[in-house]
């Protein structure tokens, strides 16, 4: 018999696959079934958007329409209107010829035009020609609101990767515009996360920006790894294989509990184990994982600059706090306190290092073991 692997890597971890974060479910459903905008906020790889979906999947309200919108390859604000009116559509609705009733009913002002592929239930698109007039921007915004009064249901709309919206040209009065357009909507709930922990912080938490105190702020954590261990020991004995507590909480130390990487090392783990699982396995499974990602962070040295190479140096070695000390400075090259202050900002920005408090640590643990290992180290 074929025993699939009970571990998931590379997309969001449902039904099954998902562990822990019960607390956070918790309030994220309450928060969204009670209208409240929501806006849940990590570094990369924590688990948001299987959360997202653990809760659309498990609130199950005939009452509530759940829309969930990827805006990753919004390049532009049109690119958004398009995506948003597509997909609010297509997921409030659940006929082809209610599709199209619901956009020509609410977008008539754009006139809307249909595509349909070889499977119209899911390869289905609206598009429109673009002309910003005063209302054609704000007829697509008050689309959930309007299909949500018409079929006395309440919606909610959960937005991946909002962070896009920071790089679009004139962001901020882009900002300004869906604000003041969502705050109105007494029918429509949103929830918005993405994988650039600096960039949502600064649209929300910024007392200057349009969404400042737009909703509850959810900060997640990691996954500890007493909840990590009989989760993954489970699921070795579920699918008759062995690894003791002691080398699932090694999976843990290792991927320093970020929920992606321990079930990509926990699937590498199961499938190079004959049975019982020997700790040559994990080393095996770790060997693989930074080989699988060497191209990656190769890209990502290359676009480095020495001192903010230096630092990251510094950091893989256990330096977490204290950069500005002279032994620090001189050891790693960084130069002086003022040029610290600099390199740490950029990394922010890059995403490779999160601050908390005085705390600064890797965005990606893998990263950070890869930098360990490497010749250049010393």
């Not at 702020?217 to 020991?233: A, D, G, N, Q, Y």
């Not at 090694?250 to 970020?258: D, G, P, V, W």
């Not at 499974?285 to 480095?304: G, H, M, P, S, Y």
């Not at 190479?309 to 032994?327: D, H, P, T």
Request: proline share 3%.
């Amino acid at each position: 018999m074929n025993i699939e692997n009970p571990f998931i890597f590379g997309r969001a971890a449902e039904g099954t696959y998902f562990t822990d974060r019960e607390e956070d479910a918790k309030r994220l459903t309450a928060n969204l079934t009670h209208s409240i905008h929501t806006i849940l906020i990590s570094p990369r790889r924590w688990g948001k958007t299987s959360l997202v979906k653990k809760v659309i999947r498990e609130a199950d309200r005939p009452d509530i329409k759940f829309v969930f919108i990827d805006i990753f390859q919004c390049k532009t604000e049109f690119d958004f209107y398009k995506t948003f009116a597509n997909e609010v559509v297509k997921q409030t609705s659940s006929k082809i010829d209610e599709w199209v009733e619901t956009a020509k009913t609410f977008l008539s002002n754009i006139s809307p035009k249909f595509s349909f592929g070889t499977d119209p239930m899911n390869d289905f698109s609206i598009s429109f020609e673009w002309s910003p007039k005063d209302d054609t921007e704000k007829e697509i915004l008050q689309l959930p609101q309007k299909i949500a009064l018409k079929k006395g249901v309440r919606i909610v709309v959960c937005l991946d990767e909002f962070q896009q919206i920071a790089d679009f040209a004139d962001s901020l009065t882009f900002q300004k515009k869906l604000r003041s357009v969502w705050q109105h909507q007494q029918e429509v709930t949103y929830c918005m996360f993405g994988s650039k922990k600096h960039l949502m912080e600064n649209i929300f938490n910024e007392k200057s920006k349009p969404f400042y105190k737009f909703g509850d702020m959810i900060f997640l954590k990691k996954i500890p790894t007493e909840e990590w261990v009989p989760f993954i020991c489970n699921k070795f004995r579920e699918t008759g294989k062995t690894i003791t507590e002691q080398q699932a909480a090694r999976i843990c130390e290792l991927t320093e509990n970020l929920s992606s990487y321990v079930q990509h090392l926990a699937w590498l783990v199961w499938y190079k184990a004959d049975g019982v699982v020997k700790n040559k396995d994990i080393d095996a499974a770790i060997d693989d994982l930074l080989e699988q990602n060497k191209i990656f962070f190769q890209r990502e040295v290359e676009q480095l600059t020495e001192f903010q190479l230096n630092f990251l140096k510094a950091l893989a070695n256990g330096v977490s706090s204290g950069f500005s000390r002279k032994e620090v400075i001189s050891r790693y090259r960084l130069e002086s306190s003022a040029n610290i202050q600099a390199v740490k900002k950029s990394l922010l920005k890059k995403d490779l290092i999160d601050i908390d408090d005085q705390t600064i640590t890797f965005d990606d643990s893998i990263f950070k073991l890869w930098i360990q290992r490497q010749t250049f180290y010393e």
